[in-house]
């Protein structure tokens, strides 16, 4: 039961545009919401994050908008750099059950010079 | 700071072997999770710790087994290997639940082949 979607496994876009991610969950006691950029043969680093009682945290470049009603986040980069090719995961959490986090599969971007 | 390191970083087992995956923190964390991530999968937990002594099961414990005798290490261990164990592993640590706002600390993984 995958808690935490991600349904667009891949996004290209081009430098200097926005990038958008999106991600949905399903559990509504989820009261954190964190994005994770992934390289090939690193592990995850922690990109952002949001609390439930918010709806959106700006940090740079990155900004995530939260939607509780729909149960809908989203993470818009602006402007996409060439580094910014990489996964990107978004994770959820209830912080009271031990701080696991239920991770979406990924969406590979891929930006184009 | 090391932050979080794991070994080896590859490994290829036979069917039946068993091994154990190494994890050390340098950031006096309290809180340290095991994941696998298959292809095209997210992230899903094996094995997690909120301090030394204490494990508990996450969404795919079977096949695995933990111990934390320190708050530093936290290792990994596979019985019987079998072909469904092949998988990139990753272990992290948190300093406690009250810091959600900055996630986990992740190591860079081991890749396991099983054959």
């Known amino acids: ?9 891949s ?30 043969a690193e592990g995850p680093t922690f990109l952002i994050s949001i609390s439930s009682i918010k709806d959106k945290n700006e940090d740079g470049r990155f900004t995530v908008f939260l939607n509780k009603s729909a149960k809908h986040l989203s ?7 060439p580094g910014d ?9 209830v912080l009271s059950n031990d701080y696991k986090l239920s991770f979406g599969a990924g969406t590979t971007v891929t930006v184009r010079a | 700071n090391a932050g979080v390191t794991q070994t080896p970083k590859f490994r290829i087992l036979k ?3 068993s091994m154990t995956l190494q994890c050390a923190q340098d950031m006096n964390h309290n809180y340290m999770y095991w994941y696998r991530q298959d292809p095209g999968m997210g992230l899903k937990l094996i094995y997690y710790s909120v301090g030394a002594g204490i494990t508990d099961k996450g969404e795919v414990p ?18 019987l290997a079998a072909p469904s164990q092949t998988s990139v592993y990753f272990c992290a640590s948190s ?7 900055r996630g986990y600390t992740f190591g860079s993984g081991t890749r396991l082949t099983v054959v």
């Open chain 1, 1 to 9: 039961d995958q808690q935490v979607k991600q349904n667009s496994p």
């Open chain 1, 11 to 40: 996004l290209s876009v081009q430098e200097g545009r926005i990038s958008i991610l999106n991600c949905d969950y399903t559990n509504s006691m989820f009261d954190y919401f964190l994005w994770y950029k992934k390289y090939p």
């Open chain 1, 75 to 81: 993470l818009h980069i602006v402007p996409s750099q």
């Open chain 1, 85 to 93: 090719s990489a996964v990107f995961f978004c994770a959820s959490s």
């Open chain 2, 15 to 17: 069917i039946g072997q």
């Open chain 2, 62 to 79: 079977n096949g695995y087994n933990v111990s934390r005798s320190t708050t530093e290490d936290f290792p990994l261990r596979l019985e």
């Open chain 2, 95 to 101: 300093y406690s639940a009250g810091t959600g706002a």
